[in-house]
């Protein structure tokens, strides 16, 4: 079992042995410069797509407001996020893990349950939630799963987490971060804490190796006290031609730990799976980067014009709206009581006049404006597949529910595309979960196991049969199905319509019960195989209880040509 991380000593044996020292940890700090050079357009745009976000574009694309001006910001970029973040919602993934050999079943089955309930202690609801809000921000989002040896009381267990982007640093130019040589993932710690932790680390230069981009808060964020700790993931070949993956943790020049350096991990790897532990989860990709762009850099365009026109209108109506006047220097108009119009009486001097006193009239803006605002909304909701349709507005004459119904289907593509490249993600962090229970599992464990209609079991579980077993060196292999563990109401509704369908087409009857299940062999839909058990069983059932009948009116036959007659 892997122990917490533990501190290097210098003037002993262990410290003659090591590989990685300081000169390593420079080459490593030149690099992670060098990526984060590389990384800077994509930081700057994560920076930029929040202010999007946040409704605050206008600061971002420099729009000087002139005295008097009316500013407008709508939310049809923020209304597109939120509708799409709600149909990854309706359609949280589970996993069900599948055998590849048949004496793994049981094995398959016991770790269908505990996955879940890995996922529970690590409130992966959130951890979902908050990674399709970036996903959908920025056009990708990261998930870190890792081994924590603090957790459980030092028992050890597994850690999912949200990763940011803007602390994270792979090799330009590649599209699978899987190939990058090098991994860094950095974190922004107090120094006091670090101390605390490292006693080594007092008194010493704690510079920080690169400068993280930081997003615009509107609070003040101090980072003086704070030293920036490096975690280095890197990929060497073992000479058993076995790519291993190594961890080195320093600040600054400063090693904190190195797996290389540990005789226990030396020829294993940090980890056995030899992945590095950040999956990421793409929106749109593009190529030469292993991220994509997301809603906002699609959406942002019509969006800035809407604002633009939208302000136009506001300030001709405002115009209108507050009436102006021409006035003669010498009209003889008292201005204050003019301009006050609590006061019934105005005097003057004279006569008044259209010549004297004219008022301004404001030309109202020409209809095609309003159709050019139009237009750019409907752009906007057409470019990133958020028409009303797809937000439950019925439109177009549209009125019989299941039509309505149809269409919210028909446009829920893009958001069904969108969430199958998560349920990959979440495939290869299910993936990595399991390696981890094979390499660190080595206690046995209890798990709560929900079951069905909101019932629970326990069981007791550790790696015993997951690990390489006797002379053949076989290690069970598992294949992960994910599935919706939450159904979108069309979804349930959908499936209501197609039970009682079923049922008034007779689909239950046992005397239909060869042309159903021979109708079902050609269909295709969730919970099929549920319904043909059933019908099977109904069949079954009608067929033992005739049989019954017969036997009971054969018996009664029979003793009547017994009875003796009189």
Same mark, same amino acid.
């Given at each position: 079992?892997?122990?917490?991380?533990?501190?290097?000593?210098?003037?002993?044996?262990?410290?003659?042995?090591? *590989?990685?020292?300081?000169?390593?940890?420079?080459?490593?700090?030149?690099?992670?410069?060098?990526?984060?050079?590389?990384?800077?357009?994509?930081?700057?745009?994560?920076?930029?797509?929040?202010?999007?976000?946040?409704?605050?574009?206008?600061?971002?694309?420099?729009?000087?407001?002139?005295?008097?001006?009316?500013?407008?910001?709508?939310?049809?970029?923020?209304?597109?996020?939120?509708? *799409?973040?709600?149909?990854?919602?309706?359609?949280?993934?589970?996993?069900?893990?599948?055998? /590849?050999?048949?004496?793994?079943?049981?094995?398959?089955?016991?770790?269908?349950?505990?996955?879940?309930?890995?996922?529970?202690?690590?409130?992966?609801?959130?951890?979902?939630?908050?990674?399709?809000?970036?996903?959908?921000?920025?056009?990708?989002?990261?998930?870190?799963?890792?081994?924590?040896?603090?957790?459980?009381?030092?028992?050890?267990?597994?850690?999912?987490?949200?990763?940011?982007?803007?602390?994270?640093?792979?090799?330009?130019?590649?599209?699978?971060?899987?190939?990058?040589?090098?991994?860094?993932?950095?974190?922004? /710690?107090?120094?006091?804490?670090?101390?605390?932790?490292?006693?080594?680390?007092?008194?010493?230069?704690?510079?920080?190796?690169?400068?993280?981009?930081?997003?615009?808060?509107?609070?003040?964020?101090?980072?003086?006290?704070?030293?920036?700790?490096?975690?280095?993931?890197?990929?060497?070949?073992?000479?058993?031609?076995?790519?291993?993956?190594?961890?080195?943790?320093?600040?600054?020049?400063?090693?904190?730990?190195?797996?290389?350096?540990?005789?226990?991990?030396?020829? /294993?790897?940090?980890?056995?799976?030899?992945?590095?532990?950040?999956?990421?989860?793409?929106?749109?990709?593009?190529?030469?980067?292993?991220?994509?762009?997301?809603?906002?850099?699609?959406?942002?365009?019509?969006?800035?014009?809407?604002?633009?026109?939208?302000?136009?209108?506001?300030?001709?109506?405002?115009?209108?709206?507050?009436?102006?006047?021409?006035?003669?220097?010498?009209?003889?108009?008292?201005?204050?009581?003019?301009?006050?119009?609590?006061?019934?009486?105005?005097?003057?001097?004279?006569?008044?006049?259209?010549?004297?006193?004219?008022?301004?009239?404001?030309?109202?803006?020409?209809?095609?404006?309003?159709?050019?605002?139009?237009? $750019?909304?409907?752009?906007? *909701?057409?470019?990133?597949?958020?028409?009303?349709?797809?937000?439950?507005?019925?439109?177009?004459?549209?009125?019989?529910?299941?039509?309505?119904?149809?269409?919210?289907?028909?446009?829920?593509?893009?958001?069904?595309?969108?969430?199958?490249?998560?349920?990959?993600?979440?495939?290869?962090?299910?993936? #990595?979960?399991?390696?981890?229970? /094979?390499?660190?599992?080595?206690?046995?464990?209890?798990?709560?196991?929900?079951?069905?209609?909101?019932?629970?079991?326990?069981?007791?579980?550790?790696?015993?049969?997951?690990?390489?077993?006797?002379?053949?060196?076989?290690?069970?292999?598992?294949?992960?199905?994910? $599935?919706?563990?939450?159904?979108?109401?069309?979804?349930?509704?959908?499936?209501?319509?197609?039970? $009682?369908?079923?049922?008034?087409?007779?689909?239950?009857?046992?005397?239909?019960?060869?042309?159903?299940?021979?109708? #079902?062999?050609?269909?295709?839909?969730?919970?099929?195989?549920?319904?043909?058990?059933?019908?099977?069983?109904?069949?079954?059932?009608?067929?033992?209880?005739?049989?019954?009948?017969?036997?009971?009116?054969?018996?009664?036959?029979?003793?009547?040509?017994?009875?003796?007659?009189?």
């Amino acid at each position: 079992m892997k122990k917490g991380i533990p501190l290097l000593r210098k003037d002993t044996d262990f410290e003659k042995k090591r *590989k990685i020292g300081e000169a390593e940890i420079a080459m490593a700090t030149q690099t992670l410069r060098e990526y984060k050079n590389a990384k800077g357009t994509l930081e700057a745009r994560i920076v930029e797509d929040e202010q999007w976000w946040r409704l605050r574009h206008n600061d971002v694309v420099n729009r000087k407001k002139s005295a008097g001006e009316c500013e407008s910001v709508s939310a049809w970029l923020f209304n597109t996020l939120t509708n *799409k973040h709600a149909d990854a919602m309706d359609s949280f993934p589970e996993a069900s893990v599948l055998p /590849r050999e048949k004496n793994d079943v049981q094995e398959a089955k016991k770790l269908s349950g505990i996955l879940p309930a890995i996922m529970e202690h690590n409130n992966f609801e959130e951890i979902y939630s908050n990674n399709w809000w970036y996903k959908l921000k920025h056009g990708c989002s990261a998930y870190g799963v890792f081994w924590n040896s603090e957790l459980e009381n030092g028992l050890g267990d597994i850690q999912i987490r949200k990763i940011d982007l803007l602390n994270i640093f792979w090799e330009p130019g590649i599209t699978d971060i899987q190939k990058s040589r090098n991994l860094f993932v950095v974190d922004l /710690r107090d120094i006091d804490i670090l101390e605390s932790e490292y006693p080594t680390l007092r008194g010493k230069d704690l510079g920080n190796a690169i400068d993280v981009k930081q997003y615009i808060y509107d609070d003040s964020v101090d980072t003086s006290g704070k030293a920036l700790v490096v975690d280095w993931y890197y990929k060497v070949r073992s000479e058993g031609g076995k790519t291993l993956l190594h961890y080195c943790k320093f600040v600054g020049d400063n090693l904190l730990f190195a797996s290389e350096n540990c005789e226990e991990y030396r020829e /294993r790897g940090w980890y056995d799976h030899g992945e590095y532990p950040i999956v990421l989860d793409t929106l749109f990709p593009e190529e030469g980067t292993p991220v994509g762009f997301g809603f906002v850099a699609v959406t942002k365009n019509p969006q800035m014009y809407i604002d633009k026109l939208g302000s136009a209108i506001l300030e001709n109506a405002l115009m209108a709206a507050k009436p102006r006047y021409f006035s003669k220097i010498s009209a003889g108009v008292n201005e204050s009581e003019f301009l006050d119009w609590s006061r019934p009486i105005v005097h003057v001097e004279g006569d008044i006049n259209e010549e004297r006193l004219r008022p301004i009239n404001v030309s109202p803006l020409p209809a095609s404006s309003i159709s050019i605002l139009k237009m $750019k909304i409907d752009e906007l *909701k057409e470019t990133s597949a958020n028409s009303d349709f797809n937000r439950g507005n019925a439109g177009g004459g549209v009125t019989a529910a299941s039509a309505i119904a149809a269409l919210q289907e028909a446009g829920d593509k893009v958001s069904r595309d969108m969430i199958k490249t998560t349920y990959r993600a979440f495939t290869m962090i299910n993936y #990595l979960c399991i390696e981890l229970i /094979r390499q660190f599992y080595g206690e046995i464990r209890s798990f709560r196991i929900n079951g069905i209609d909101g019932g629970y079991g326990f069981t007791d579980y550790n790696n015993a049969l997951l690990i390489e077993q006797g002379s053949s060196m076989r290690r069970p292999i598992f294949d992960i199905s994910v $599935k919706a563990h939450k159904k979108s109401p069309y979804s349930r509704l959908a499936q209501n319509e197609m039970a $009682k369908e079923l049922f008034r087409l007779g689909f239950f009857e046992p005397r239909n019960s060869f042309a159903a299940l021979s109708a #079902l062999e050609i269909m295709d839909f969730e919970g099929k195989s549920a319904i043909e058990v059933k019908i099977r069983e109904l069949a079954s059932t009608v067929k033992e209880m005739r049989g019954e009948e017969n036997d009971k009116n054969n018996g009664a036959e029979a003793g009547e040509q017994i009875l003796p007659q009189n």
